[in-house]
């Protein structure tokens, strides 16, 4: 009856339990003083019993319940192991699993055009977990009959593994499902008194940039140009360097050459070069040309600025600067 | 009677945010008063910068820059001229430098002060023509304050250089 099919392979615990059971022939019918025992049940149950034991032991397994009862005992430990190791077999190439099912989706996106049915994007589940396979294992062996629902082919264990993994993902959607709570907190994308709130603030902002805007003492009427940042126009000269400075040349003539030659008017920012520019300037360069020389700016600071103890530190007259135009002169006199 | 207490209340704080309005636009309009200078007085000094040991002029006064970089690449410094020059607003005045070139300098504005202590500024412009017609320093536009100097230096002269102060004397 097991000829068909293939041996099987038992637990150790299964096969110990027979081997221990050995003394436990005699405890088989005394009708039957040939009863097989535990390990010739296992033998006829793998189907490497010959004849004409077999068929001594298929009478006496016709006859004896206890006989029926040990050979479904191993039908269900055999469906779990088996199931167990298709389970794991396939959880070792599940990569190579998946990118044969991407290829096959490539194939079959080239071999023919989407069809509203087939466009979705296609889930590929993946083993179920120990314990819903041993679950579905044991639904299996429920019904007595295990090797019917065991599949043999590769692509059948991808379908069987499906199978476990929807079970599973249908639990964890129910688990994950919520329910409904009498007296909850609302959503959380309700924003009214965010919005309220952030439109409270922005009031607040608008009415003090208005206060500050009628506090801020910008320039009158009666002055044409506003006092802006010391900015430089030089004309075919744009390097800048301290003659007498430290690490300048001594000359006045010898000033570093322009960085880019017959440049055309660049503005910089004169600031950006001043040693300090926290100091109050008493002349503030609004703008210079150069014309064709090369030329600097310098803010030396002035006595009180440099060693003036006596006047307060910070004070307007402690950061006064002197303004100081220097240019080159190739051609002399 | 509760529109009455209301209306007393908005009296109130109508004429106290009037009442502070007023003192702002008086805060605002103050520094603003002055009366704009027409005219100024522009002072030029001269000096002729040279290494050859002579200390500076006392003649030039206390000018204490001098003594420090980048003035400081010179060690002599001798007095050669000190024009005053008054100019008329929007208006230039021209004088000869020593080396046959024009120095010229224009009063082109008075800067109000933003705040009470802030000082009036006033825009001045210089530039140096060349003998021939060329040009040697365009333009040099300052917002100086009164009695500042500020110097523009570097035409070369008789083994030295010069260096030109101006002063806006309102």
Redesign the interface.
């Not at chain 2, 082109?108 to 109000?112: C, S, W």
């Not at chain 2, 500042?148 to 008789?158: D, L, N, R, S």
């Given at each position: 009856m097991n000829k068909g099919q293939p041996p099987m392979v038992h637990p150790p615990l299964a096969r110990q339990a027979a081997h221990d059971s050995r003394a436990s022939r005699d405890a088989m019918p005394s009708s039957f003083p040939d009863a097989p025992s535990n390990l010739e049940l296992m033998q006829y149950f793998d189907g490497e019993l010959d004849e004409p034991r077999k068929s001594a032991v298929a009478a006496f397994v016709g006859a004896d319940l206890s006989a029926q009862n040990k050979l479904s005992g191993m039908r269900i430990t055999s469906a779990i192991v088996q199931h167990e190791a298709r389970a794991l077999h396939v959880a070792d190439d599940i990569a190579d699993l998946v990118f044969a099912q991407i290829a096959a989706e490539k194939a079959a996106e080239t071999s023919a055009p989407a069809s509203p049915t087939n466009a979705g994007a296609r889930v590929i589940p993946f083993p179920a977990s120990p314990v819903a396979k041993t679950a579905a294992g044991l639904q299996a062996a429920d019904a007595l009959s295990p090797r019917a629902d065991v599949p043999r082919a590769a692509g059948s264990q991808i379908a069987g593994s499906q199978i476990a993994g929807s079970q599973v993902a249908g639990s964890n959607a129910a688990g994950l499902q919520p329910s409904p709570v009498p007296g909850a907190r609302p959503a959380a994308n309700d924003n009214g008194r965010r919005i309220f709130g952030f439109a409270a603030l922005a009031v607040a902002a608008a009415a003090a940039l208005t206060i500050w805007g009628r506090l801020d003492t910008g320039p009158s009427a009666t002055s044409l140009i506003t006092p802006t940042a010391p900015v430089a126009v030089l004309s075919a000269s744009g390097a800048s360097g301290a003659p007498g400075a430290p690490g300048a040349p001594g000359a006045p003539g010898a000033l570093p050459a322009p960085a880019v030659p017959g440049s055309i008017e660049p503005q910089i920012d004169v600031a950006a070069v001043t040693p300090d520019g926290d100091m109050e300037h008493g002349v503030e360069v609004a703008a210079v040309n150069f014309g064709a020389h090369m030329g600097s700016i310098f803010y030396v600071p002035s006595d009180s600025a440099l060693g003036a103890h006596s006047l307060p530190h910070g004070s307007a007259d402690a950061q006064r600067t002197t303004t100081v135009v220097w240019l080159t002169d190739d051609a002399g006199e | 009677m509760k529109l009455s207490h209301r209306i007393s209340q908005f009296a109130v704080c109508l004429a106290l945010g009037l009442g502070a309005?007023g003192a702002?636009a008086d805060?605002?309009?103050a520094?603003?008063q002055a009366p704009?200078a027409s005219s100024v007085n522009i002072e030029v000094i001269v000096l002729h910068a040279t290494n050859d040991g002579t200390g500076i002029d006392p003649k030039i006064g206390k000018i204490?820059?001098l003594s420090?970089?980048?003035?400081?690449?010179?060690n002599s410094y001798k007095l050669l001229d000190r024009p005053k020059l008054p100019v008329e607003k929007g208006k230039q005045a021209k004088t000869k430098l020593p080396?046959?070139r024009e120095l010229a300098v224009a009063f082109?504005?008075?800067?109000?002060p933003?705040?009470k202590d802030d000082p009036t500024?006033y825009?001045v412009s210089a530039s140096i023509q060349?003998p021939g017609g060329n040009?040697?320093?365009?333009?040099?536009?300052?917002?100086?304050?009164a009695g500042?100097?500020?110097?523009?230096?570097?035409?070369?002269?008789?083994g030295g250089?010069l260096v030109i102060g101006i002063k806006v004397l309102p």
């Open positions: - | 309005q702002i805060d605002t309009r520094p603003a704009a204490t820059e420090k970089p980048p003035f400081s690449s010179y080396n046959d082109k504005d008075v800067i109000a933003k705040k500024r825009v060349k040009t040697f320093l365009p333009l040099l536009e300052v917002n100086a304050k500042e100097w500020f110097f523009v230096a570097g035409q070369t002269y008789k250089i």
